[in-house]
């Protein structure tokens, strides 16, 4: 029996659509409580912590950007190996499945943690409403900004369909799933547009690495693909060029 490619493989989801909504709902509510509850419920501590000019939530914004970023490439690049056979090696293509879905949900994590913390900022001045709709802020850089938002709900529509692969069919999970590749375009270019950070060598490094790997797994992909594409069927109607036709 002929055996399935690497990317017709199914994998079966490690974590319940449930625990999956519960975990979001979770990041938001608790994010939201370190934005906006604790500076109204206990100011001295938050002056304590931040001066008169607060900058922490910022500060926490940008990190907490760069980590979702960072786990947004891992995802990406064990998606990558798995398909390129790579992660047969080592951990295996089970088991790098799992973690290719685990760390897609924690870099969702980290986007939701990255978004909602900007409420308690004392400068920028978002709305939750501003910071929910893309496109909806004015107060700094809007178009940037709305890049990011959009990016952010196509990696959750990628999320989610892990747990509709059998609803959906393995094509069409197969395409949701290259549309995180406009993800990390419109992510990684909404960090270099409108990151304060973007300018240190550092940052400028960071997003050099990590685009040219991800650049190079995709080429490395689109290669390999080729070359297991089946040659063009042989008619067996004609005889070769050197056979003898009467034998």
């Known amino acids: 029996m002929e055996s ?30 370190a934005a ?3 500076p109204t419920w206990m100011p001295r501590l938050a002056d ?15 990190g907490s950007a760069f980590v979702a970023m960072s786990l947004l490439w891992a995802s990406m690049a064990l998606g990558l190996l798995i398909t390129n056979k790579m992660a047969r090696l080592w951990p295996g293509a089970p088991a790098a499945f799992a973690i290719h879905e685990y760390v897609s949900l924690l ?3 980290f986007a939701i943690f990255h978004a909602l913390i900007l409420l308690g900022d004392h400068y920028i001045k978002f709305t939750l409403a501003q910071v929910l709709v893309p496109f909806s802020a004015v107060g700094y850089r809007p178009f ?7 990016g952010f709900y196509v990696w959750l529509l990628v999320a989610l369909s892990f747990y509709v692969r059998k609803q959906i069919g393995p ?20 960090g270099i547009t409108s990151g304060t950070d973007t300018a240190m060598p550092w940052a400028q490094a960071y997003y050099w690495v990590s685009g040219a790997s991800l650049l190079f797994l995709l080429i490395y992909r689109i290669i390999i693909s080729s070359a297991a594409k089946p040659g063009r069927p042989i008619d067996r109607r004609m005889p070769a060029n050197n056979a003898n036709p009467t034998a």
């Not at 990317?7 to 939201?32: M, N």
């Not at 395409?175 to 990684?188: N, R």
């Open 107 to 109: 870099g969702l994590a």
């Open 48 to 62: 304590s912590l931040m001066g008169k000019d607060p900058k922490a939530f910022w500060y926490l914004s940008r």
């Open 4 to 33: 399935k490619a690497p990317e017709q493989t199914q994998y079966e989801s490690s974590i319940g659509p449930q625990t999956f909504l519960l975990v979001l709902l979770a990041i938001s509510l608790g994010t939201l409580a």
């Open 36 to 38: 906006v509850v604790l």
């Open 144 to 150: 940037l900004t709305g890049l990011g938002q959009a």
């Open 171 to 190: 094509k069409t999970w197969r395409v949701l799933h290259y549309v995180s590749f406009a993800c990390y375009g419109v992510a990684l270019y909404h």
